[in-house]
T-cell receptor
Framework: AQSVAQPEDQVNVAEGNPLTVKCTYSVSGNPYLFWYVQYPNRGLQFLLKYITGDNLVKGSYGFEAEFNKSQTSFHLKKPSALVSDSALYFCAVRDVGNTGKLIFGQGTTLQVKP | ETGVTQSPTHLIKTRGQQVTLRCSSQSGHNTVSWYQQALGQGPQFIFQYYREEENGRGNFPPRFSGLQFPNYSSELNVNALELDDSALYLC?????????????FGPGTRLLVL
C-alpha cells in the first residue's frame, strides 16, 4: 500500500536561514508526489509536484523539492525562510490503484522566527 | 485563490442528523474530490466524481454519499451524523481524474457534531 511519512511534527528555523521539511514515501511503481501548505482556517494550497524528470522540482513562493529515489524521499526546501512561511505543510502521494486519491502525511508545522 | 468554493463555511449539527455540503469546481475542471481532515491529521480521501460518476472511494461508510451535477459542482451528503464526523471537509477540483493532475482545494467546511 502507498504511504508517506513526515517524521517531524514541527520544524523551527530563523528567518533568512534555509529550511527543509522532510517526507519519505512508500509506493509500488512510479511515485507521483505533491507538497501542499495549509494556513490557519484555510484549505490546502498546492506548492509543487514530482511526476518524472529532474529530481529538483521548483514550485510556488520560492519552494523547491528534491526527489531521491534511492532514499525514497521528497524533501521540501527553501533557501531563505520568511516569517510568512510559517504554516502546516503536507506531503502527499497519488494512490496508483485509486487514481483520484491523494494519500497525505500527518503534516509538519513550520515555525519561522524573526 | 484556486477558484474552488465551498458552502457553508461552518456548520453545527447534532448526532443523528443529516448534512449536505456543497462545492463549486474551478472553471474548466470536470473532477471533484472530497476529503475529511480531522483535527491534527492529514486529509483522508472520501471519494471522487468525474463527469458525474463516482471514480474511486476511500474507506468511508455508505452514509457518506455524493453527487456531481452537469456543471461539475458537487455535494457531499452525510447521514446519521456521529460525533467523530466533526472535521474540516475539503473539496478539490482538477482538470480530469488522471493520476498526474493536480488537485486544487477549496477553503473547506468546518462541521461540528454535538
Amino acid at each position: 500500500a502507498q504511504s508517506v511519512a513526515q517524521p517531524e511534527d514541527q520544524v523551527n528555523v530563523a528567518e533568512g536561514n534555509p529550511l527543509t521539511v522532510k517526507c519519505t514515501y512508500s509506493v509500488s511503481g512510479n511515485p507521483y508526489l505533491f507538497w501542499y501548505v495549509q494556513y490557519p482556517n484555510r484549505g490546502l494550497q498546492f506548492l509543487l509536484k514530482y511526476i518524472t524528470g529532474d529530481n529538483l522540482v521548483k514550485g510556488s513562493y520560492g519552494f523547491e523539492a528534491e526527489f531521491n529515489k534511492s532514499q525514497t524521499s521528497f524533501h521540501l526546501k527553501k533557501p531563505s525562510a520568511l516569517v510568512s512561511d510559517s504554516a502546516l505543510y503536507f506531503c502527499a502521494v497519488r494512490d496508483v490503484g485509486n487514481t483520484g486519491k491523494l494519500i497525505f502525511g500527518q503534516g509538519t508545522t513550520l515555525q519561522v522566527k524573526p | 485563490e484556486t477558484g474552488v468554493t465551498q458552502s457553508p463555511t461552518h456548520l453545527i449539527k447534532t448526532r443523528g442528523q443529516q448534512v449536505t455540503l456543497r462545492c463549486s469546481s474551478q472553471s474548466g475542471h470536470n473532477t471533484v474530490s472530497w476529503y475529511q481532515q480531522a483535527l491534527g491529521q492529514g486529509p483522508q480521501f472520501i471519494f471522487q466524481y468525474y463527469r458525474e460518476e463516482e471514480n474511486g472511494r476511500g474507506n468511508f461508510p455508505p452514509r457518506f454519499s455524493g453527487l456531481q451535477f452537469p456543471n461539475y459542482s458537487s455535494e457531499l451528503n452525510v447521514n446519521a451524523l456521529e460525533l467523530d464526523d466533526s472535521a474540516l471537509y475539503l473539496c478539490a477540483s482538477s482538470p480530469s481524474g488522471g493520476a498526474l493532475e493536480t488537485q486544487y482545494f477549496g477553503p473547506g467546511t468546518r462541521l461540528l457534531v454535538l
